[in-house]
């Protein structure tokens, strides 16, 4: 983890103020995910993707090219704007677990492909899942 002066990111706040003053880069949860259970992490990095249709989620970029975590909220507790799409966040949650099985992996896979507007290729999906992410209890998205 690494010290960051979290009074120094000035932005809009959504949720419960951050409580944590080390940032977790997103890379060290995806290369050990299951270390990384149950455990309050600060994220930082650009919104990549944002909930169209109740802003109940965002999706933070990696310090890594291509990588990405979700942090998914309570619908209505937060509501994520569209407009934080492509701006830098901080955001404090709980690294959870989610099992899915072949029918829920296909219906999250149907319901993205419908918000994203695009096509959904059922061969897309080829079994169970296991989805980390993190349920988020407050973020700082910047002006």
Known sequence: ALAFDVASFTGTTYGEPLTLSEVTPVSAILDDPAAY????????????????????????????????????????????????KGKQALVEGVVEQLELTLEQAVAQAKAMAEEHGTVFDSSSVTGPQTLFRIRGKGAIVAD
């Open 37 to 84: 259970i149950g455990q309050r992490v600060l994220v930082r990095g650009m919104v990549v993707a944002v909930c169209e249709e109740k802003g109940c989620w965002m999706d933070i970029a990696s310090d890594r090219d291509f990588e990405k975590v979700q942090v998914k909220v309570d619908d209505g507790v937060i509501v994520f704007p569209l407009t934080a």
